[in-house]
């Protein structure tokens, strides 16, 4: 079900995509990810156009914050894969050791703080509703 | 179990930790998660210690950058109240609406791609390994 | 979908089992989970017997202990009936305010040791390996 | 970012952790964990205070209960690393086959019931409000 | 932040995309979801065409079953918005109470079997790996 | 805590649920998860009922259907082993990798529609309501 679709197996469809990205990222490496969801093309179409534009596009986030949240996303739900390539991803846009434990550690309280609030049965306070 | 501890019926040791919540927030609105908290004295000192450093203490990410990681795991947990209360404290510290959206575009993505990687059983990359 | 199966309107196949969770719980109160899932009698029945042979067989760990360990998945999930409901069970059964203090204090840590392992990546030690 | 510091690699202030877990522990092992997070020594110095604190202090719940529930959380999050440390130290504390299998017992019953709870939308009844 | 951006009250971009949200539903109201995440009109776009080409597009899976699918996921998730608005769509499009039954012994079973697997820490099968 | 129990080393008691799993799904395999739960009896007999029955009974979801919602939840939660073994069996049933591709698609968009629903904090349309 992974079976992994190189660049000379794929077909044009996949292989336009598969440009883009090198294109877009300025690299000749597709990273598993595509590679695997490549076995579904409306799936490696709509997914890479939905990271180009969320991570890519002109906005008031700039790049290596969005990666920050994509690995504490990542982090919490566990999934190794993600959490190894947006780590590899954000040290390439310029995290710095000590950004990654002050990530870290903010995804550390925010974890511990969300299970209080969850046990405590903590009412919303009525300057926080919307 | 979610009794909330007022000012006026804490402890010394509960009101030292008030006050301080106070001084260093500027404000004097205790809401509803310390005072929930605050029926156990050592998880309220604790975890206060660790927000103040962890959310305030001089570091490479500015404020407003910690409580959208914030904001992105308590949104990956499904944690409405501090959802809420994030979200609330994001805006104080200058998170405009499109800040609010492009954060929530990252979240749903990294959740989406979160899966994707589970679902193909995907080979973490040589190149990614640590 | 949740429509609350009550006794008077309840099948003979359901009645039977509201009337061992009284039996079994010395009550004559069928709360309101029992009465959603029986709208599905298998569902009902299973969950049953699996919840009254779980919490309440003859084994090494006390009623208590099981109920703490209930509400600690609870609150890591984040299911607020489960929460709720598990919640005032380990009170009826003697939890003191103290014990659900340390019991959320170690909820909140392990959740907060889950994510440092996941980010940081952490091999696992030769010793722990099974 | 997993390298692990051993201990003559670590500054002064790393190794005084280190030996505090030693002694604590009554062990010359550090293990992975407390390695991985050194990178970030604030994170290291905070997450060995709490769980110090939390897993050690005098307390109604006793240490091996205590290891039980962070069993429950570790294995309802998926966490690898924390599954396979704390079955270990739980083991070194006491815990039988038997206790562990009541223990997974209930970690995969309150799942299903959690799971129920949520799909069936049950509102929670009067009496289990607070 | 979950101002509810009415017809009346949209930019022509937004309303674009309801009219169509009207049009493949053939229905003249629009759920909060989407008046929600209208306050980023490219995540409104982009989580538009997603949902009518995942859900609506022709495929191998009939409708009511992708919105089984849909449910199973919220389940597991927590998502109240999510379930509940799920479950109003997969009853219009023909599901059962009987169905619904057994969709939820299913989620229940696999959230039990998946802590069951993680917990007793077990190998994958040879004959499992891809 | 994962030894494997094989056939020849297992009680009667085990052995004749081993010889009911080989009879019901007419095999002659008994994979890793069984083996390892029968560390556990009780987990082991309630597990193969509860799987048997919700697998397995007559019901008006097919076979096929049910694992693909069996799929759903482990890729949810990131369950390795599940997803591992539950994509074997959906294979063995006939799901084609097209179905697998669409079924993805599924899962990663209701995970990402979860998430802007927790983080808009949207509230439910009366009309979902029940």
């Not at 595509?34 to 534009?53: F, G």
């Not at 700039?62 to 954000?90: F, K």
Request: charged fraction near 20%; glycine fraction near 4%.
């Amino acid at each position: 079900m992974s079976y992994l679709i190189e660049y000379e197996d794929a077909s044009d469809e996949v292989r336009e995509i598969y440009d883009d990205i090198c294109a877009v990222r300025q690299t000749d490496y597709i990273n598993n990810f595509w590679k695997a969801i490549a076995n579904h093309p409306p799936t490696l179409h709509r997914t890479w156009q939905t990271v180009k534009e969320v991570m890519g596009s002109p906005g008031e986030l700039d790049p290596l914050i969005r990666e920050l949240i994509y690995i504490a996303v990542s982090v919490t739900n566990g999934c190794q894969y993600c959490i190894a390539s947006h780590t590899a991803a954000a040290q390439a846009k310029g995290m710095s050791d000590e950004m990654f434990g002050e990530l870290m550690a903010i995804v550390a309280t925010a974890n511990t703080t969300n299970r209080l609030a969850n046990g405590y049965q903590i009412p919303i306070d009525e300057q926080f509703k919307i």
